[in-house]
């Protein structure tokens, strides 16, 4: 990899130079930078950020009650203690960010409201040339790098996805997406009905019960919750007993892995059994004679889908007490005054909030091109989950359906700190991944398994993802252990890899056994 000095920019044209980009400054930017900064302190490294601040989803997610649907031990980073509940709220999720912003000194290698229009690679140069819009005045400028590493997540941040029913131009009420949530909304004596059923509406639901005068979750199907304290007994044991937090942070990281790692393991071999005891919890926080089997037992497996879990059971509450009410019908239209169910039934509404998913992007929706040629993912085979063929320097950062975001973003980072390292070492200037000879007739499928993870926003997108194969190196496995093992452990001089040298080794007749080279 080319080194650059900090100030580098070529003066013929105002291009700046850097060593590596990484575009977004949410979890996994943040992760990203930081494993940089402790691998190679001396690299000239820059975060593109297109929000006016740090944060990505939790900056973007403002609606009552947003928090984290998984727990912070894990949704939190390995080398800065938590030490607050297990669900943790928006704010505190954004404060924690901060904190590991200001620490570890990232605060002055982050652009805000800073977007990549274009990543155009050139071989003769080894390098990215990214053209840059600065949010505020439009002003494009070109930034070249030598790795990119894409951190900005998987949706489309300007808006959610909300299907097109029957009738919602006549509907004279407000229609809301969680995403689009309007900050300065009364919601004091209105009916609402949130349309959906996953972790948003169970989030949504409690936090707007005291203010509505009621509100109804609207599903077509339902969802697998699990349900209990927002607290950790054997962590506030340990605090109790004046353990270090760093110390409880790796302990209880480990137990929440392992725990959770047997549930998944569970779900798949006893799926009934799971099933049944998932159920089972949610009835426990029910009223006698509640409808459980009709509005709380879901037709798929469970994990297919994220289980959401409903912290202290507060979902439930409000569906004991009134406040809320459950629905599992389809929508046939809407009308003035609220939706027409197919079964006959309407519900009243004077706000309708779409909880009903997300848009996909794939590579923040930027045009890249190699050499001229413009890229379509879906034409490229995923490395891992991390890299495509055919296209240099190039990371991307897509976590686990059942496991913490973090936890991926931690083990790719790992994998990209160790790859330049090689390249350095071995005076390399671009690397890609390709089709072994081994691989030729392998089988491509789709990106996501349908019989393993089938969330709406996937399946809906799915030919617009990179292809996998049907062997272990060419998928996105949702195995955290397996990729505990196999991830840190690369070998890079694997035919897999393929590298051209860096423009200082042109010249050099002889190369140790690097992989393939172009």
Known sequence: MNETHPNDKDSSNDTERFDVVIVGAGISGICSAHALRQAFPEKRILILESLETFGGTWKIHKYPGTRSDSDLFTFGYGFKPWNGNPIATRQQILDYLGSVITEFGLESHIRYKHRVRSADWSSASNTWLLEVEANENQQRTKIQTNFLWMCQGYYRHSHGYTPAWPGMDQFKGQVIHPQNWPEDLDLTGKRVTVIGSGAT??????????????????????????????????????????????????????????????????????????????????????????????????????????????????????????????????????????????????????????????????????????????????????????????????????GYGRYSWTLRAELIAGFVCKLLKHMQECHLGSVKPAIRAEDIDMQLLPWADPEDMNSGYMLRNVDRLPKRGNKPEWQHSQDYLYECEVLPNVDFTDEIFVYAPSESTHSRMHQPHLGNQA
């Open 201 to 398: 509406a169970a989030t949504l639901i409690p936090a707007m019960a005291d203010q509505c005068a009621h509100v109804t979750m609207l599903q077509r199907t339902p969802t697998y919750f699990a349900t209990g304290r927002n607290s950790d007994a054997m962590a506030e044991e340990l605090r109790s007993l004046g353990i270090d937090e760093a110390w409880i942070h790796e302990i209880m990281r480990r137990k929440v892995v392992r725990e959770r790692a047997d549930i998944i393991e569970k779900a798949k071999s006893h799926p009934d059994a799971m099933k049944k005891h998932l159920i089972a919890g949610v009835k426990a926080c029910l009223p006698e004679g509640f409808d459980v089997e009709k509005h709380f037992t879901p037709p798929y497996k469970p994990f297919q889908q994220r289980v959401a879990f409903v912290p202290d059971g507060d979902l439930f509450k409000a569906l004991s007490s009134g406040q809320a009410s459950v629905v599992t019908d389809h929508i046939a239209r809407f009308d003035e005054t609220g939706i027409q169910l197919k079964s006959g039934d309407r519900i009243d509404c004077d706000v309708v909030v779409t909880a009903t998913g997300f848009e996909l992007s794939v590579m923040g929706e930027i045009p890249f091109s190699v050499d001229g040629q413009a890229v379509n993912f879906a034409e490229t085979v995923s490395y891992r989950g991390i890299m495509f063929t055919g296209v240099p320097n190039l990371a991307w950062v897509y």
